[in-house]
């Protein structure tokens, strides 16, 4: 019962690097998300996905690109990462968008 | 000022005690209440949800919402080593996961 896997768990980019962070799910769930948590903010919505093929902008897009192709997978990709991206990251899952949220256990990025 | 407020000062009690967490809100059209709990190191799980004004208990768990006041409240009862954690309240004004709005956390520290 794997749930929510990220990948990768730790990383660190120079400013200007581009990455992806992985997630998948293994649930059959249609609604996927990503978040990020920083000190004294919570935890704010980056993009959410309500199916395969279909993804929106959340409360803090900018800098993040998502595509969704498998209802399994949902990658997370920094074009040009800024140290203002160093967040622990969150991917969420569930089903249909009014569900119970399910988390990965994070992907923590330091931009230099 | 934010949506949700929620003072994220340490919390530290002894074990068996009751710990009592709160949060306020600003936006009158929040209908869904959430609490979750973050294990150090690990994501968000949900603990509590309500809809609308009014209790809710669970096990140990009180979750009480107060829409004339915009206050909602976490109450752990008998309180464990293993309640260690921290809580964030979550709320939306409809049931969609990409408006949910989150608490900063309060980190609570149970004292064996």
């Known amino acids: 019962n794997a749930g929510v896997t990220q990948t990768p768990k730790f990383q660190v980019l120079k400013t200007g690097q581009s990455m992806t962070l992985q997630c998948a799910q293994d649930m059959n769930h249609e609604y996927m998300s990503w978040y990020r948590q920083d000190p004294g903010m919570g935890l704010r919505l980056i993009h959410y996905?309500?199916?395969?093929?279909?993804?929106d902008q959340g409360e803090v897009p900018n800098g993040y690109n998502v595509s969704r192709s498998t209802t399994e997978d949902f990658p997370l990709r920094l074009l040009s990462a800024a140290p203002s991206q160093t967040s622990v990251y969150f991917c969420?899952?569930?089903?249909?968008?009014?569900?119970?949220?399910?988390f990965g256990e994070g992907s923590r990025l330091t931009v230099l | 000022q934010k949506e949700v407020e929620q003072d994220p000062g340490p919390l530290s009690v002894p074990e068996g005690a009751i710990v009592s967490l709160n949060c306020t809100y600003s936006n009158s059209a929040f209908q869904y209440f959430m609490w979750y709990r973050q294990y150090s190191r690990k994501g968000p799980e949900l603990l509590m949800y309500?809809?609308?004004?009014g209790n809710k208990e669970d096990g140990r768990f009180t979750a009480q919402v107060d829409k004339s006041s915009k206050y909602i409240s976490l109450f752990i009862r008998d309180s464990q080593p293993s309640d260690s954690a921290t809580y964030l309240c979550?709320?939306?004004?409809?049931?969609?996961?990409?408006?949910?709005?989150f608490g900063k956390g309060n980190q609570v520290v149970v004292i064996p």
């Open positions: 979550a709320m939306s004004a409809t049931a969609g996961n990409n408006r949910l709005a």
């Open positions: 309500t809809y609308s004004s």
């Open positions: 996905s309500v199916g395969a093929g279909i993804t």
């Open positions: 969420a899952s569930s089903l249909g968008s009014t569900g119970e949220l399910f």
